[in-house]
C-alpha cells in the first residue's frame, strides 16, 4: 500500500528480456534503499513490483505479462525516469490517498497548459473507468496521488503546482503520453456492495437503469 506521494524520480537502468517478461533494474535516484530488503514493495510509476534483489547499481524488479499488457512498463527503456514509492508503513504520515500499485488502467494526456505558476493537464481515461472518476475526487497518475478537478465524460483535467512538477515525472508529459492510472480504492468497493447479488453475474453494473429500480432516480 502506498500513499501516492512520490518519494524520488529514478531511472530505469536495464531492461532484460525474459521468455515473454522482463527484469528491470532500476537506479533510484535520491530513494533510501537502507531500510529496503527482498522482497519488499515499491511502486514503479505506480505499479506495485516485488525488489528481487538489491546491488549498487540499484533495484532489481521482475516484470509480469499482466503487468506489462495492462500498464505502460513495457514501454520503458534504459534512461527513462519513474516516480519511485516505498510501500508505506503504520506510522506513516498519509498525505495522499490511499494507493494499491495495482493499475486500473493506461490514460492519455490530451491537453497541457500553463495556469499562473501551475501547470494543467487534460487527461482522457479509458470508457470503462470514467465511471469512478469525479470532480474533488482523488486519482493515482504514474503513482501521484492528484485531486481531480474538472470531469467531462472521460476527460478529467488536474492542476499541477511547481513542487509536483519538480518532484515527480509529471514535468515530462506531453499531449500524447500514456500514463498508468489507479481509482479511488473507495470507489471500486462502493460499486460492489451496491450491485449486491448482482456482483457475482458476469457483466454486472450499475446503470440507470440499476439506479432507478433501486430509487436512486425517478423512472
Known amino acids: 500500500m502506498f500513499t501516492g506521494l512520490i518519494e524520488a524520480v529514478g531511472e530505469i537502468a536495464t531492461v532484460e528480456s525474459r521468455g515473454g517478461d522482463v527484469r528491470i533494474r532500476v537506479a533510484p535516484g535520491n530513494l533510501d534503499l537502507a531500510d529496503v530488503s527482498q522482497g519488499d514493495s515499491i511502486s514503479v510509476n505506480g505499479v506495485?513490483?516485488?525488489?528481487?534483489?538489491?546491488?549498487a547499481g540499484?533495484?532489481?524488479?521482475?516484470v509480469s505479462g499482466e503487468t506489462l499488457a495492462r500498464t505502460t512498463l513495457g514501454n520503458l527503456v534504459p534512461g527513462a525516469r519513474v516516480n519511485l514509492e516505498k510501500a508505506l508503513l503504520p506510522t506513516t504520515r498519509l498525505g495522499g490517498h490511499l494507493v494499491s500499485?495495482?493499475?486500473?488502467g493506461v490514460g492519455e494526456v490530451l491537453e497541457r497548459r500553463s495556469e499562473a505558476r501551475s501547470e494543467r493537464f487534460r487527461i482522457?481515461?479509458?470508457?470503462?473507468l470514467a465511471r469512478y472518476v469525479?470532480?474533488?475526487g482523488s486519482i493515482a497518475v504514474d503513482g501521484t496521488s492528484l485531486t481531480v478537478n474538472a470531469v467531462e465524460g472521460a476527460v478529467f483535467d488536474v492542476n499541477i503546482i511547481p513542487h509536483t512538477l519538480a518532484q515527480t515525472i509529471?514535468?515530462?508529459?506531453r499531449p500524447g503520453t500514456r500514463v498508468n492510472l489507479e481509482v479511488d480504492l473507495?470507489?471500486?468497493y462502493i460499486e460492489r456492495l451496491l450491485l449486491g447479488e448482482r456482483a457475482a453475474q458476469s457483466g454486472a453494473r450499475i446503470d440507470r437503469e440499476f439506479l432507478a429500480r433501486h430509487g436512486f432516480l425517478a423512472r
Not at 506495485?48 to 546491488?55: E, G, K
Not at 500499485?101 to 486500473?104: L, Q, Y
Not at 482522457?124 to 470503462?128: I, K, L, T, W
Not at 509529471?170 to 508529459?173: E, N, S, T
Open 48 to 55: 506495485c513490483l516485488t525488489v528481487t534483489d538489491l546491488s
Open 58 to 62: 540499484g533495484v532489481w524488479m521482475d
Open 101 to 104: 500499485g495495482h493499475v486500473d
Open 124 to 128: 482522457r481515461v479509458p470508457d470503462g
Open 134 to 136: 469525479a470532480p474533488k
Open 170 to 173: 509529471i514535468a515530462d508529459y
Open 186 to 188: 473507495v470507489a471500486r
